[in-house]
Structure formats: structure tokens, C-alpha cells
């Protein structure tokens, strides 16, 4: 419930991103797979075109990419989180601290590479 409540972010664009950091994980005990399906969550908002889902891990965020038709979510995970998969569903991910630093970085991260993707890179096929 925190996640979504709480950790969901929408931007101008119509991305939703949840970033899942250590201090949550330790805080709640959470298991590997017990966050399976979250990224799919924000879809089912009538504004979100594309969401992103954030799991720290030992030196890096996972990432977890799902949108709707007409955005490229492999597109985006190859241009800007070092993945790719299938067109509607991604992954990859952002190493620490090469790429980001740490959540907040990851967020700030997260909105401008995606701002850019949605108006600009998205048409790239």
C-alpha cells in the first residue's frame, strides 16, 4: 500500500514510476517476488501511458517497464536503462553509483529521460 500511495509518482508526461529502495525493502521484509505485478498497477490509470518500476538491489535499481500501446517500452529500457524486451514490456537497469547515486537520483533521473523519450525519442523505431 505504501508503494502505491505513498512512492507512485505521475509526470506531466504520463509516466507513474514506484522506486523501491533498501530502507523500504529492509523496512517491510521483502522478499524476492513479492513485488511481481506492481509496475502493472499505475497502467490502469486513465492519464499513465507508461510506468517504471525501481528495485535496489546490491549495486544497482532493476527496472521494470510496462506501457501502453503507441509508447515503446523496449525503445525506452535500450535508450536509457541498459535492457530491452518486448514492446509493450522491458527491463534493465541503472548501476550505482555509475548511473545514479541513490533513489532521489533515480527519480530525478527517471523524469528526465523520460520527458525527453515521450516528446522526442519515442517516434524512433
Do not use: W
Not at 15 to 35: C, F, H, P, S, W
Not at 63 to 92: E, M, P, T, W
Amino acid at each position: 500500500g505504501e508503494l502505491l500511495n505513498r512512492n507512485m509518482k505521475i509526470t506531466p508526461d504520463g509516466v507513474a514510476y514506484i522506486i523501491l529502495d533498501k530502507k523500504i525493502i529492509d523496512r517491510y521484509g521483502i522478499k524476492e517476488g513479492e513485488t511481481e505485478g506492481f509496475v502493472n498497477e499505475p497502467l490502469s490509470i486513465g492519464k499513465v501511458r507508461m510506468s517504471i518500476f525501481l528495485k535496489e538491489d546490491k549495486d544497482r535499481f532493476r527496472v521494470s517497464i510496462r506501457s501502453k500501446k503507441g509508447i515503446s517500452a523496449n525503445l525506452c529500457a535500450r535508450l536509457h536503462f541498459n535492457g530491452g524486451g518486448h514492446l509493450l514490456a522491458s527491463g534493465g537497469s541503472l548501476p550505482v553509483p555509475e548511473t545514479v547515486k541513490d533513489a532521489e537520483d533515480a527519480a530525478r533521473y527517471i523524469e528526465e529521460v523520460t520527458h525527453i523519450f515521450i516528446n522526442e525519442e519515442n517516434e524512433i523505431q
